[in-house]
């Protein structure tokens, strides 16, 4: 008996040849394949498409004759495309949802299985819930497919594509020729994944001057997981120094997270980013809207809000949390700690090479370096510094640390009384003072995640080290 499929905050990952195999691949597209008949979607098709890593392409091909022996038709991309660009087409073509064979920043041996639905975002939790039943229902080997050479002639695969219809999008939320005219210097970092040559094709051949590394495919991205966070990005600092360039930014293995680093080199944490885009679209662009964040996200955009005038929302981690609530208020922005934001207009679904437009744009119509536009921040919600500590633990100690975790009812963290404990996603420890405490587990790896903000980087050191106590690590 094969072991049960279990979606993560976005999808389905295993390792390569172990538990993600062609089987279990085709497994899951025919449960999306009855997902879709289910709800009455099935005659419009599902876009599906694929990123850099290990033979992603073959397991896209899988997935595509997995739906045409269900008898729904699939638009299968043609070449590697960023998760946002698959996400957008399903928009585009008006298709019941999208699946995309990646595993974003998990390391190298993982594949992964993600479902858009068709508002172009990630499905909702009791979506997903009801996926899960029917891949599980379905055995292990022996799902019905029909060969991309014999689907095709019968219009069952449709080989598509889609960046330019994204690309022409783009060009209507931002204005290109003003970045192209701003003679920046851009280094971007893909991250030997999805968002390669994304940002030359765009603002190539013009005052700009680009300089990209890692922009060639390699599956084992050079030795680290493909997610855009300091430790990962230090070749991308180094590069920012050596040719004096104006901002740093990287896309991570599918392209739809976003870091940013510095004039100096120095990496601009996510909830500051999320914080800056938040203000770029409120001060900048003057648009108005609803906020979304996750719990993990920073309490500068409650100060935001409350200048501004808009509502903030506070979802569970994850899109499947995130793009339903978008969805539901209108939302001008919503984004969440791992560098994911998405913006109304758009797709409700996290867009890092739109996130990278954004920057530079405001970059350019503030006429300010990275630096400076986190000045011009803190001049409005005060300092906040921030960090997140990745804990590895054997699977079988999980259970004790939750236990331990349940039960902790702290009355004061780092000297600081504690003013509400949250345990809807994890454990949240919101202090008097406004700065916080969250732990929780990854839902794709056997990994804790502890995560402070606060006002100053000592305090937040401090408020990490009463996680690891109370988690007992």
């Given at each position: 008996m094969a072991n049960p499929i279990v979606f993560g905050t976005d999808g389905w990952r295993a390792v390569i040849a172990d538990e993600y195999t062609f089987d279990n691949v085709r497994r899951c597209a025919r449960g999306v394949a009855n997902l879709f008949i289910e709800q009455g979607l099935a005659d419009r098709g599902v876009v599906v498409g694929y990123d850099t890593r290990f033979e992603s392409e073959a397991f896209a091909t899988a997935a595509a004759e997995a739906l045409a022996g269900a008898g729904v038709g699939a638009y299968l991309c043609a070449r590697t495309e960023p998760t946002p660009v698959i996400s957008y087409t399903i928009l585009e073509k008006k298709a019941a949802g999208g699946i995309t064979i990646t595993a974003s920043h998990n390391p190298p041996p993982y594949n992964g299985f993600k479902v858009r639905s068709d508002y172009g975002g990630a499905a909702n939790p009791e979506t997903v819930a009801r996926l899960e039943k029917?891949?599980?229902?379905?055995?292990?080997?022996?799902?019905?497919?029909?060969?991309?050479?014999?689907?095709?002639?019968?219009?069952?695969?449709?080989?598509?594509?889609?960046?330019?219809?994204?690309?022409?999008?783009?060009?209507?939320?931002?204005?290109?020729?003003s970045i192209r005219q701003s003679r920046l210097k851009i280094a971007v970092d893909p991250m030997y994944g999805a968002g390669m040559g994304w940002f030359p094709r765009m603002l190539g051949g013009s005052r700009v001057e680009l300089f990209e590394i890692n922009g060639e495919r390699n599956p084992w991205f050079g030795g680290i997981n493909p997610e855009p966070i300091a430790r990962n990005l230090q070749k991308l600092f180094a590069t920012v120094r050596s040719v004096s360039a104006n901002v740093g930014l990287a896309t991570d293995g599918d392209a739809d997270r976003l870091g940013v680093c510095d004039e100096e080199g120095r990496f601009i944490d996510q909830l500051r980013v999320f914080s800056l885009l938040a203000l770029y679209l409120l001060e900048v662009r003057g648009w108005r809207g609803p906020i979304v964040k996750t719990l993990s996200t920073s309490s500068m955009l409650d100060r935001l809000g409350e200048i501004y005038g808009v509502p903030v929302y506070e979802t569970g981690v994850g899109f499947k949390y995130v793009a339903p609530k978008m969805l539901e208020t209108n939302a001008l922005v919503g984004g969440e700690e791992s560098g994911g934001y998405a913006f109304r207009g758009h797709i409700p679904e996290r867009d890092g090479i739109l996130a990278g437009l954004f920057v530079l744009d405001m970059m350019v119509r503030l006429d300010k370096t990275p630096s400076q536009l986190v000045d011009f921040l803190f001049n409005k919600v005060g300092p906040h510094y921030y960090d997140r500590l990745d804990v590895h633990f054997p699977v079988d100690e999980r259970n004790a640390i939750l236990g331990r975790l349940k039960s902790a009812e702290p009355s004061s963290v780092a000297g600081t009384k504690v003013a509400r404990i949250l345990r809807d996603d994890g454990f949240k420890f919101v202090l008097g003072d406004g700065s916080w405490l969250l732990i929780r587990f990854s839902g794709t790896e056997p990994i804790m995640r502890i995560y402070a903000e606060s006002e100053s980087p000592d305090r937040v050191v401090r408020i990490l080290e009463v996680g690891k106590t109370l988690a007992g690590v």
């Open positions: 029917l891949i599980n229902a379905i055995p292990p080997a022996g799902v019905p497919t029909l060969p991309i050479e014999d689907a095709t002639p019968k219009g069952l695969i449709v080989e598509i594509e889609p960046s330019d219809a994204y690309l022409a999008h783009l060009a209507s939320l931002v204005d290109f020729d």
